[in-house]
């Protein structure tokens, strides 16, 4: 069967000779070869993602044959790896939540804010040096933040207070905003320049103040980008495994306290996972419940994020 762009030429110009069938096979046969190429890195990915999931799955329900998925969601004690064990989440969850959320309390005003002056105040020069500066963060690894915040925020905390612990919540919170700033930075940055030129304009024309264009005209015509960032630098976060490893400690306790030695999610797989713990146990088992749980909580922002990018994004023409 021809092609329907082969079949053209024929009605227009008569049957092509095999010599220019030869010519035109040649001629896209580099197209082919691309095409098929991508073709099979997205096959990859899907296949990658697939496998994931499906061992995480596969793995939890066997762990939850053993253990009540009620006692898993709301017992606030988490000892598998003690004599007398209990499964309840609720610990690494809370520490999870209060470290993510006291990054956020750190990146998202210092982001946003060097949003606004990236997008808004900063000249082509200044920009040009500044955005690659900050962006450099993003390219420190992530266990040299966890070592920074043990031995260099944690000893300015407890010359402050000595109510704070060695290992606490607090200082991984800091590092980790310090870590997630040049995302939420750059995301909302982007967000905001996308908005077109003449609302910023129309607002100076109206006698607006730059202060004001960017707080009551450009914010919002962006704010579902800024939003995203905000989302995706949160599921970041919560993901973040050194940094709450090394400096959080791994005490998995039921509090909201930020001074005292707490345990992630992340930081349990990797407790786990050292190789203390036989495998095909119970006590192994429990890192793909974990994981399990932690993959629900960053897919369930990430499909946020696309919600809220969707339903509130402004179009300009």
């Known amino acids: ?134 962006e450099i963060l993003a390219g420190i690894p992530t266990v040299v933040y966890g070592y920074f915040a043990l031995l260099f925020v944690t000893p300015i905390l407890r010359s402050i207070s000595d109510d704070i612990s060695v290992f606490n919540g607090l200082s991984a919170s800091i590092v980790m905003g310090i870590m997630i700033l040049p995302m939420v930075s750059s995301l909302s940055e982007d967000a905001m320049r996308s908005v077109p030129r003449s609302l910023r304009e129309g607002a100076y024309a109206l006698g607006a103040t730059r202060l004001e264009v960017s707080t009551r005209v450009v914010i919002p015509a962006a704010l579902s980008g800024i939003v995203a960032a905000f989302i995706l630098a949160t599921s970041r976060a919560i993901g973040e495994t050194m940094i709450v490893t090394i400096a959080a400690g791994q005490n998995p306790t039921f509090t909201f306290n930020p001074f005292v030695p707490i345990e992630t999610m992340t930081a349990y797989i990797v407790q786990v996972s050292l190789g203390d713990t036989p495998t095909g146990t119970l006590e192994f088992k429990t890192i793909f419940a974990v994981g399990l749980s932690l993959f629900v909580i960053t897919l369930s922002m990430n499909l946020l994020s696309q919600f809220i990018v969707r339903r509130f994004r402004e179009v300009y023409e």
Do not use: H
Request: aromatic share 12%.
């Open 1 to 134: 069967m021809t092609s329907p762009d082969t079949a053209y030429e024929e009605l227009v110009s008569g049957p092509i000779p095999w010599v220019g069938r030869t010519r035109r096979w040649k001629r896209y046969l580099p197209e082919r070869i691309i095409k098929a190429v991508l073709f099979f890195c997205s096959i990859v990915s899907i296949f990658t993602t697939v496998g994931i999931v499906s061992v995480l799955i596969f793995e939890a329900a066997l762990f939850f044959q053993e253990v009540s998925i009620v006692e898993f969601l709301t017992n606030t004690k988490w000892t598998p790896l003690f004599a007398s064990k209990n499964f309840g989440i609720l610990p690494l969850v809370t520490g999870t939540i209060l470290t993510s959320m006291g990054a956020m309390f750190v990146a998202l005003p210092l982001g946003l804010m060097s949003a606004i002056y990236l997008s808004e105040y900063a000249p082509d020069t200044a920009r040009q040096i500044v955005k690659p500066v900050l």
